[in-house]
């Protein structure tokens, strides 16, 4: 059984909520997404090196207030034997980190990504980042994780749902839990969903539950595997 968890810490994270959920969840790979460069007082690739996890990380958007990059990453128990980082648009810098890591005889193919931010409309760029995105998958062997920022009934996640198996089809919902998660939006309750992890067909789901912590403005989400 592989246990993998996701999860957009945000920017403005409580680093020891963070740590001691990513601890106690044990999981053997996980996803995160903005995660912050040179930041000493929320260390997290340190924290899990020193946990014994692997990584692979894309700091290529800009924090507005603090100027420090961040973005997405994954980190595994399991050997990353090879790593890349996809652009998913020009008109917008996201990024996907995909990690190939060797499971047994078996190398599963790990996408973490955050796609742009829309305030849950629709929107060309995040349909065609989603779109390009799915044409980088391989067709077996591949987990899919990360923030969409796309509701359940978005044109994005349709696409993603056409492409893969949705591992939640009871679309818990996953965020916000503090409105300074979006001054704009100003969300003022847990009733909306966007973080979601997808896998190839031939992937066995055994389980799926959404985390509970208050670290972040999005809740983690964990599912378990057999391939």
């Given at each position: 059984?592989?246990?993998i968890l996701s999860w957009n810490i945000w920017v403005d994270g409580n680093m020891s909520l963070i740590s001691d959920?990513?601890?106690?969840?044990?999981?053997?790979?996980?996803?995160?997404?903005?995660?912050?460069?040179?930041?000493?007082?929320?260390?997290?690739?340190?924290?899990?090196?020193?946990?014994?996890?692997?990584?692979?990380?894309?700091?290529?958007?800009?924090?507005?207030?603090?100027e420090v990059h961040f973005g997405p990453a994954v980190f595994s128990k399991y050997k990353i034997e090879s790593s890349?980082?996809?652009?998913?648009?020009?008109?917008?810098?996201?990024?996907?980190?995909?990690?190939?890591?060797?499971?047994?005889?078996?190398?599963?193919?790990?996408?973490?990504?955050?796609?742009?931010?829309?305030?849950?409309?629709?929107?060309?760029?995040?349909?065609?980042?989603?779109?390009?995105?799915?044409?980088?998958?391989?067709?077996?062997?591949?987990?899919?994780?990360?923030?969409?920022?796309?509701?359940?009934?978005?044109?994005?996640?349709?696409?993603?749902?056409?492409?893969?198996?949705?591992?939640?089809?009871?679309?818990?919902?996953?965020?916000?839990?503090?409105?300074?998660?979006?001054?704009?939006?100003?969300?003022?309750?847990?009733?909306?969903?966007?973080?979601?992890?997808?896998?190839?067909?031939?992937?066995?789901v055994k389980s799926f539950e959404v985390g509970n912590s208050k670290g972040s403005d999005h809740l983690p989400v964990?599912?378990?595997?057999?391939?």
């Open positions: 059984m592989i246990k959920f990513l601890k106690k969840s044990d999981a053997d790979i996980i996803g995160l997404q903005e995660v912050k460069e040179n930041d000493p007082g929320r260390d997290v690739i340190g924290y899990l090196s020193s946990l014994g996890y692997e990584y692979v990380f894309a700091p290529r958007q800009i924090h507005k207030r603090t890349r980082i996809h652009s998913l648009s020009k008109k917008e810098e996201r990024v996907a980190v995909q990690a190939n890591i060797r499971v047994g005889n078996h190398i599963l193919h790990v996408f973490s990504t955050h796609l742009s931010h829309t305030h849950q409309r629709e929107s060309e760029i995040q349909v065609e980042q989603g779109l390009n995105l799915i044409k980088l998958l391989p067709n077996k062997n591949t987990i899919v994780m990360g923030d969409f920022n796309a509701t359940p009934e978005s044109l994005t996640i349709k696409n993603m749902q056409k492409a893969l198996v949705d591992t939640d089809p009871s679309s818990n919902s996953t965020w916000s839990l503090y409105p300074e998660g979006c001054p704009v939006c100003k969300p003022q309750s847990l009733s909306i969903r966007l973080d979601y992890i997808f896998t190839s067909k031939d992937v066995s964990l599912i378990t595997v057999e391939i």
